[in-house]
């Protein structure tokens, strides 16, 4: 080997051994870097610097478990996310569940309903459509204060059967529906009656047994619709006269005395388990004509027709209220013939000018059958033929008198509402 050529590979070697050393330096020195950083990742020295990345993550996870109202995004800044404080988040969480105590205390506020259910007893109302469907403040009083319901028109003859061969649902429908859905009884009101017939029946000529046939699908139809849904019925209204006759109707001048029994045997067979009732007024206390309902039902009772109760319409006059020992008498002698009875359609009218002390008496009279009620071993139900003034019957049908039911017009309570409320809670305490 020549000088030169020795000379140069001594060159290299001495380079790539420098090369070498230098490499082993800078691995020697990464090393210690390499560990320093993951020990910080692990546990750093200063848990701040990464704290705020770690109350995001919590924060996330809160809001997924709450499941609560979706949050809007957070408004951002100079294009960076705001990041919100804890307070804030607090304030939110106090608020709502401000909202759920104003909710239970609502809900919890005293009431006819509440109170009835306490001392074991329905309370009720008859029910309109119209306002059903239009005021909410209707509405809402009707569920705040009542679990038994009553339509007043709507399952009536003219109203569900307009043609002979047509009937119409929609708006019965829509009232069962509503009641369903709020937790209310129902009474259906009524299968038979003189008044509110469509003109085809009224002005027809019909056999006895035509008659008869068109009742009972009328009686089959509609009781079948609601099998199972509509717990009392009202097969037979009002036909009795005021001087303790058979009324003069339709019914009684072609089929005779007997469509009486064989309404409550259709109705019976359409729904067997439905509570089939006769219901008239002026038949609350005892006198000529509660005598004559009192024979009908007892005579029936000895045919073996289904009849499980008796209406008490009450509608009364302010004037001339009912003296309570004789209604509560009366109730027994007709629960000493294995019946049930119901207050069905109560009222008191006052003649006008109303005084506030007519308000009084009238709330001490809707009290003293509230509490004859009460005293009963049957009756277990008490219904109001509307609750406010501004929709009752009252004042077309007569026109001198005004304010019979328990709320004004405005929907202000009145005394009798008070004097109910009252008489509830204090049979509720004694249950």
Known sequence: MSDKKAASLKKTVILSIGITILCLLLVSMLIPLLQKQTEYVEQPENPTEIQQPKEELEQTQEQENQQEVPQPPLPEENGEQQIPEIHEQESQQSEQFEQIEEVQEQEEEPSLKKFAEACGISIGTCVSYNPLKSDPNYRNILIREFNVITPENELKFESVHPLRERYIFRIADEIISFAEENGMKIRGHCLVWHNQLPSWILRGSFTREELMDILRDHIYTVVGRYKGRIYAWDVVNEAIDDNGN?????????????????????????????????????????????????????????????????????????????????????????????????????????????????????????????????????????????????YSWIEYTFPEYTSATIFGCNYQPKPAYEYLLTTLEECSRNK
């Open 246 to 390: 058979f009324r003069d109707t339709i019914w009684y001048r072609i089929i005779g005395p007997e469509y009486i029994e064989l309404a409550f045997k259709w109705a019976h067979e359409a729904d067997p388990d439905a509570l089939l009732f006769y219901n008239d007024y002026n038949i609350e206390t005892v006198n000529r004509k509660s005598n004559a309902v009192y024979n009908l039902v007892k005579q029936l009772l000895e045919k073996g027709v289904p009849i499980h109760g008796i209406g008490f319409q009450t509608h009364l006059i302010l004037e001339r209220p009912p003296d309570p020992k004789s209604v509560a008498e009366n109730i027994r002698r007709f629960e000493e013939l294995g019946l049930i009875v119901e207050i069905t359609e109560m009222d008191v009218r006052i003649k006008e000018p109303v005084t506030s002390e007519d308000l009084i008496r009238q709330a001490e009279v809707y009290r003293d059958i509230l509490k004859v009620c009460l005293s009963s071993k049957t009756c277990k139900t008490f219904v109001m033929w509307e609750f406010v003034d501004k």
